[in-house]
């Protein structure tokens, strides 16, 4: 069974920056794509940044340019880094990843339970 656990969540002054990362527990075969959502306050959840397994990335328009999405393939990690920081990015930001545990296995989704960040003078 695979996990996914995020960390580096916070508050942050507008402007600041952040470093998310994601670990997968649990043995891994081939990670399709790598995704990071963000859910706010009465809103619905909207993918921010995608990692596919061609290395090609992804990113909503409204965080192009301030975001990254990376990974370490032989630690199972996933991050985001996160600059120059607006209050309209405070959400809880989660993890998701598509992946086969075994080389014959079925392709499944897992998802983190979600770290919060907020933007906040």
């Known amino acids: 069974q695979v996990q996914l656990v995020e960390s580096g969540g916070g508050l942050v002054q507008p402007g600041g920056s952040l470093r998310l990362s ?32 061609s290395g090609v990335t992804n990113y909503a328009g409204s965080v192009k340019g301030r975001f990254t999405i990376s990974t370490n393939n032989t630690k199972n990690m996933l991050y985001l880094e996160m600059n120059s920081l607006k209050p309209e990015d405070t959400a809880v930001y989660y ?27």
Do not use: H
């Open 22 to 53: 994601c670990a997968a527990s649990g043995s891994i075969d081939t990670r399709y794509n790598m995704d990071w959502y963000r859910q706010a306050p009465g809103k619905e959840r909207e993918l921010v940044a995608s990692l596919f397994l």
């Open 95 to 121: 993890c998701y990843q598509r992946l086969k545990t075994t080389p014959l296995g079925d392709v499944r989704s897992y998802w983190g339970q979600g770290t919060q960040v907020t933007v906040s003078s």
